[in-house]
């Protein structure tokens, strides 16, 4: 069963306009990572944040996390055509080795 | 430093015909996954192995059998082709709870 559920299931938005979409999961996470598929290819590991971290950056990318709603965001700041693709979340939690995905959210950016 | 390779790209089955979908890391990484990927249904955990020597089933195991030939090598094998197995095929590696690395996947058509 998968825990991370993103939303929404999908988005559009014009090139320059920001991007949210949200995670949420079931159990306690040692840490949360965000992923990018674009059509066709395999997944491409965007972000890890921990579960003692609030926030994280990395280039137009921020990620919250929020250990007491069990939920976390991803923002893409002035989106362009190349950030269209599928976005997932994948959570780790205790001492497993297996993370666990959401559906994803279908992010179209449209030029 | 090719990362993730899997063979072959596309491969097109009948039913009741057997493949090994072959998966090969450089990263020296302990854990190796294979996922299967259908629409709207985001990754599904078929088997695992935490490290070499071992495997593990996961979320949807039946119909498919694995080898963890050596470190480098993870194989997943269909004894008997079922066209409910049609799918994209992701094989990924990692070390610990850190980011996965996945392959480009492997298109199965089974007719």
């Known amino acids: 069963s998968q825990q991370g559920e993103e939303d929404p299931q999908a988005l559009s938005i014009q090139e320059g306009e920001n991007a949210t979409m949200n995670c949420s999961y079931k159990t306690s996470i040692n840490n949360l990572q965000w992923y990018r598929q674009n059509s066709g290819r395999g997944l491409v590991h965007l972000i890890l944040i921990r579960s003692n971290e609030r926030e994280k950056h990395s280039g137009r990318l921020r990620v919250t996390l929020d250990t007491s709603k069990k939920s976390s965001s991803l923002l893409i700041t002035a989106s362009r055509a190349a950030d269209t693709a599928s976005y997932f979340c994948a959570t780790d939690g205790g001492g497993s080795y297996i993370p666990t995905f959401g559906r994803g959210t279908s992010l179209i950016v449209h030029p | ?111």
């Open chain 2, 1 to 111: 430093n090719a990362g993730v390779t899997q063979t072959p790209k596309f491969q097109v089955l009948k039913t009741g015909q057997s493949m090994t979908l072959q998966c090969a890391q450089d990263m020296n990484h302990n854990s190796m996954y294979w996922y299967r990927q259908d629409p709207g249904m985001g990754l599904r955990l078929i088997y695992y192995s935490a490290s070499e020597g071992t495997t593990d089933k996961g979320e949807v195991p039946n119909g498919y059998n694995v080898s963890r030939l050596n470190k480098r090598e993870f194989s997943l094998r269909l004894e008997s082709a079922a066209p409910s197995q049609t799918s994209v095929y992701f094989c990924a590696s990692r070390q610990g709870q850190l980011k996965q690395y996945f392959g480009p996947g492997t298109r199965l058509t089974v007719t």
